[in-house]
């Protein structure tokens, strides 16, 4: 079985802060990670995803992840916030021998002016 | 550059009654799937296809089948709804390999009453 725990529900900065969403998985053999974000009433937008290689992971809007596999985490981070990266924000695991990809129960990040 | 589209977006059913939700994806994706979004509860796996003319159990089938009788095409059926199936649902698609990130439609918001 597999699973995500994303262990804060809300996240509050200011902008131009540094943002970090935390995010640790639990698969039984070698992961496949992914992270998402879901603006109001529309689908999910794939951000980043680890596959192998380098710990850390560059993708959209200026988002990374870190992933630390003695940790099981694979953790989040903006360098600066923007006001307009506030949305819901879901890590994803997929093991490498499945399909299914399973969801954490998502963080809404607030970033204010 | 439709991406994976669904029908409709918003649906009101009385308890009992049947219906079917649309996904179409024009990418040839070969695996697709059905999530559904429930608050504090993340996305949860209801029915996956990894081709056409194979379907399989998530993580929350009951009261829900599907069919897939070409690539693109995975129609979500309830059969007898319920108010435990109010909720929103996202259909997703993604090329045949694990590592690969999945595309979303925009969802179909469901309310049995």
């Known amino acids: 079985a597999q699973s995500v725990a994303q262990p804060e529900d809300q996240v509050n900065v200011a902008e131009g802060n540094p943002l970090t969403v935390k995010c640790t998985y639990s698969v039984s053999g070698n992961p496949y990670l992914f992270w998402y974000v879901q603006y109001p009433n529309r689908g999910l937008q794939f951000l980043l995803k680890?596959?192998?290689?380098?710990?850390l992971v560059k993708g959209s809007y200026g988002f990374e992840a870190e992933f630390n596999k003695s940790q099981t985490s694979f953790h989040l981070k903006k360098p600066s916030a923007l006001v307009s990266d506030s949305a819901l924000y879901f890590c994803a695991v997929r093991d490498r021998n499945d399909y299914k990809l399973s969801f954490g129960a998502g963080t809404t990040v607030t970033v204010r002016a | 550059n439709a991406g994976v589209t669904q029908t409709p977006k918003f649906q009101v059913l009385k308890t009992g009654q049947s219906m079917t939700l649309q996904c179409a994806q024009d990418m040839n994706h070969e695996y697709m799937s059905w999530y559904r979004q429930d608050p504090g509860m993340g996305l949860r796996l209801i029915h996956y296809s990894v081709g056409a003319g194979i379907t399989d159990q998530g993580e929350v089938p009951n009261g829900y089948n599907v069919s897939r009788s070409t690539t693109e095409d995975f129609p979500l059926r309830l059969l007898s709804a319920a108010p435990s199936q109010t909720s929103v649902y996202f259909c997703?698609?993604?090329?045949?390999?694990?590592?690969?990130?999945?595309?979303f439609g925009q969802g179909t918001r469901l309310t049995v009453v």
């Open positions: 997703a698609s993604s090329k045949g390999q694990p590592n690969t990130e999945a595309f």
């Open positions: 680890y596959i192998t290689g380098d710990n």
